[in-house]
């Protein structure tokens, strides 16, 4: 059995002439980009443009990732049986993991379409109306497309977010425009070269690449290599903010491979049994915060310490009480 497993996507910096560095590519440009060749896919195999757009979207980070950037793919597929073209190797759930290479951005477009149309599985979506994006995110879902539950949430965030759905309706997206609403009649539409090939059990499963730990009562995950706050606030379906709050990042923040990243409010005490810490040389205020599950202006407050100050190696830490030994009603009141 064959499958395109969940993508490890690495954000590269590519350099360009001289000693300059390319800028990341954000969504708008992205989609001001393909989004041609995308409604040339609806019209040649049938394929919603807005669905297109939004996989790609979700698949490469924006265009970001190192399949994108070095291999043209947009939408990880791996070396199945049937590939014979240009290959690629990148760490995904194995080290070194065989995907397509393609010329251009175009024919991996072109490859992801017709994975769905030959696929008897995928059939029953054709016989929809291609304006009609919420009922193809959730017969991709149904179809067994990705395993994440929220996969068809997931897409028609992105679609609904970026006004994808006006490609569907050939309207030109602006971005400042106020999107019209989208035509979901049941306009037949035939199935263009619909001989169905032997379904190899092709699956892409984009988001199940996280495991979700619990600390302190409060959920989080552990970032890969590649993540960003945009992709883990779309898997779980925050917003940008809510992810920076909870984890205490700015703008200019950047997410690392291993980093614990919470997907809830952290709380301002630890749990029981988790009375103090004592720092080891190099420990930050912000690591404590994060391994113990406890807001990191709360752990200030409590060890009466100055924001970004760090502490001394063995000093002692407290994660539940405050080290005068005053509670917070004696501590507002100056007793």
Known sequence: MIKVRPLTLVLVIAFTS????????????????????????????GVPASIIMAQALIESANGNGRLALEANNHFGIKCHKDWNGPTIHHDDDAPQECFRKY?????????????????????????????????????????GYATNPRYAEIL???????KLYLLDQGVDITF???????????TKRSRQGSKA?????????????????ECNGVKFVVAKEGDTPDKLSDQYGLM??????????????????????YIQPKKSKASKGNEFYF???????????????????????????????????????YLRTYKSGKNWLERLFGL
């Open 103 to 143: 010329d251009d951005v175009r024919q991996s477009f072109e490859d992801h379409s017709k994975y769905l149309l030959a696929n008897k599985r995928y059939a029953f979506l054709f016989e929809l109306s291609v304006t009609d994006y919420k009922s193809w995110a959730y017969g991709l879902k149904k179809a």
């Open 279 to 317: 720092a080891k040389e190099g420990d930050t205020m912000y690591q404590i915060a994060q391994n113990y599950g406890v807001k990191l202006k709360s752990l200030y407050k409590k060890n009466e310490m100055k924001p970004g100050e760090e502490p001394a190696d063995g000093q002692k830490i």
């Open 240 to 261: 940008r903010w809510q992810l920076y709050k909870y984890n205490e990042l700015t703008e200019d923040s950047t997410i690392h491979a291993g980093q614990r990243i």
């Open 197 to 213: 090939a032997k379904d190899d059990a092709f699956v892409v499963d984009i988001y199940n690449t996280h495991s979700t730990s």
């Open 18 to 45: 001289g000693a300059s560095f390319a800028q990341r590519i954000s969504k708008e440009d992205y989609i001001d980009r393909y989004k041609g060749i995308a409604i040339e896919q609806m019209k040649k195999n």
């Open 156 to 162: 028609i965030k992105q679609i609904e977010d970026n």
């Open 176 to 186: 400042a425009a106020k999107p019209s609403s989208a035509n979901t009649g049941n």
